[in-house]
């Protein structure tokens, strides 16, 4: 299922699924919340998540890098 939400997913989307009420709203956090998957909740409402590439993942890690030095 996360597969085949869009790169920036709402609860909507999630409903897409065939997930309803306030399921969706569990899913995104989920989704947010669990180490195995690369997103995090960048808006509240409507309550929105977005998958780290593995681009913008390189770009922070970097940038916390040189933070540390």
Known sequence: ????????F??????RTGITGSRRHMMVRHFAEHPAFE???TRRN???ARKVTSEAKEAND???EAAAD
């Open 46 to 48: 409507p309550l929105t």
């Open 62 to 64: 970097a940038s916390s």
């Open 39 to 41: 997103c995090s909740i």
């Open 1 to 8: 299922m996360y597969e085949r939400l869009p790169a920036e």
């Open 10 to 15: 709402t609860a909507d989307d999630v409903g």
